[in-house]
């Protein structure tokens, strides 16, 4: 039981403001081998919530998909350069599209979510760690 509640506290340090994770830390149960588990690039994510930042790569997971169905496992050269070119002119497109104020909306679910993220984020309390970790779980679960 610790172990589990361990390891989803430890998924929510980057949620933690930079300044406040050692803090986090002492927790009674999270001081053991604490350092072990996190190396300091898992630590520097906590700018992902005040910056509004995607917090998962579904959209370079979704690309790679569509280009493995495009392209066969073993392309020849020329077929793979061509498939590169119309990906550059489709991203091309897309960032012209952006520039002049076109928006790509998202699903208002992950809206709603990462506001309710950004407003326990925003109440964050020093004294009350386990409180704020069990708000975000019940945030991330739904």
């Not at 790509?104 to 979510?113: G, I, L, S, Y």
């Not at 925003?122 to 970790?133: G, I, M, P, W």
Request: proline share 5%; net charge positive; aromatic share 12%.
């Amino acid at each position: 039981m610790v172990y589990e509640q361990f390891t989803k506290y430890l998924k929510l340090i980057p949620f933690v403001p930079q300044k406040d994770i050692l803090s986090a830390a002492k927790i009674s149960w999270f001081k053991t081998s604490f350092q072990a588990f996190l190396p300091n690039r898992y630590l520097a994510r906590s700018y992902i919530v005040s910056e509004n930042l995607p917090r998962s790569n579904n959209s370079i997971e979704a690309w790679h998909k569509a280009f493995s169905q495009d392209i066969h496992s073993h392309p020849e050269t020329n077929r793979l350069i061509n498939h590169f070119l119309k990906e550059q002119h489709l991203m091309e497109i897309c960032l012209e599209q952006i520039k002049h104020g076109v928006v790509f909306p998202r699903d208002p679910r992950e809206v709603k979510k990462d506001l309710a993220i950004n407003c326990v984020s925003s109440n964050f309390n020093k004294t009350e760690y386990l409180d704020y970790f069990n708000k975000l779980i019940k945030l991330l679960k739904n």
